[in-house]
């Protein structure tokens, strides 16, 4: 296999990726085929989340409380990705958070403005969040940021492969239908290689547990949306991230924490 001429040709791709998840000063040339492409390295921009997020919580660690270098962990990746997945969370809650027919709730989630259940679900989030992250070991903390990260991107690659996007034009249409087979095997090794690490500082029945929250997080927002909808937008991506990121972390402590 040639290495450098694959990384050549997908460099690019992972360029838009890194651009459109993020708020990282990173130009991008824009071609079609990059941005079909771009979907496989998201994964990859989760280990650039995560690391930061990381370091972050490393820094803050050594002269604050572990309960405030988690707080300023979560609010780096915050930072860093603009709140892009958050924001999509929140527009998820507030579209489907009552009962409306389909068009009613996909114009609530375009509508910018936030209502009282995407305020709801963004507390109860970030606060599940922080409180999972705050009881685990300090010194697994950089790691598990990296994986979650990551494998929680690498669900919303899934989801864009196994469903149909929903709206004519969209922050999604230009990526979606692009996943195939080689897409799906980026980003799984991707998200194999974030989570390597934890295998030198947790059980293995811990990642395990860590991967069936994740996968049963991402289920339970799927059956939330698909059957109102009969597919998936951005906010929807975004959700899928935040629940997926959720319970990783939660099923890690069903081990760790016992």
């Known amino acids: 296999m040639d290495v450098v001429g694959f990384f050549n040709r997908e460099t690019p791709a992972f360029r838009l990726a890194l651009q459109f998840l ?18 496989r390295w998201y994964p990859a921009v989760g280990i650039v989340v995560g690391a930061v997020a990381g370091l972050v919580f490393a820094v803050a660690d050594w002269v604050l409380t572990p309960p405030l270098a988690v707080f300023l ?17 929140a527009d998820a809650c507030d579209g489907l958070g009552g009962v409306r027919p389909k068009e ?6 375009r509508d910018s403005r936030i209502g009282a259940y995407g305020v709801l679900g963004l507390i109860f989030m970030i606060g599940t969040k922080g409180l999972a992250l705050s009881s685990m070991p300090a010194t697994d903390v950089f790691f598990v940021l990296i994986a979650g990260h990551t494998a929680s991107r690498a ?63 991402q289920v339970l927002m799927r059956r939330w949306y698909e059957p109102r909808l009969g597919g ?14 959720v319970g990783f972390y939660l099923g890690l402590l069903v081990v760790v924490g016992a």
């Open 22 to 39: 993020t708020r990282l000063p990173i130009a991008a040339p824009y071609t079609e085929a990059a941005m079909r492409q771009s979907p």
């Open 73 to 89: 962990a979560v609010a780096a990746a915050v930072i860093v990705t603009g709140a892009l997945h958050e924001d999509g969370f």
């Open 104 to 109: 009613r709730v996909l114009e609530i989630m």
């Open 155 to 217: 669900a919303m690659v899934w989801v864009m492969a196994s469903s149909d996007y929903v709206r004519e034009k969209g922050a999604g249409s230009a990526v979606a239908g692009g996943i195939d087979r080689a897409a799906m095997m980026v980003a799984l090794i991707t998200t194999g290689v974030a989570l390597l690490p934890l295998v030198f500082c947790l059980r293995l029945e811990a990642i395990l547990c860590g991967l069936a929250g994740l996968v049963l997080a």
């Open 232 to 245: 998936y937008t951005g906010d929807c991506l975004g959700a899928v991230q935040q629940c997926s990121e």
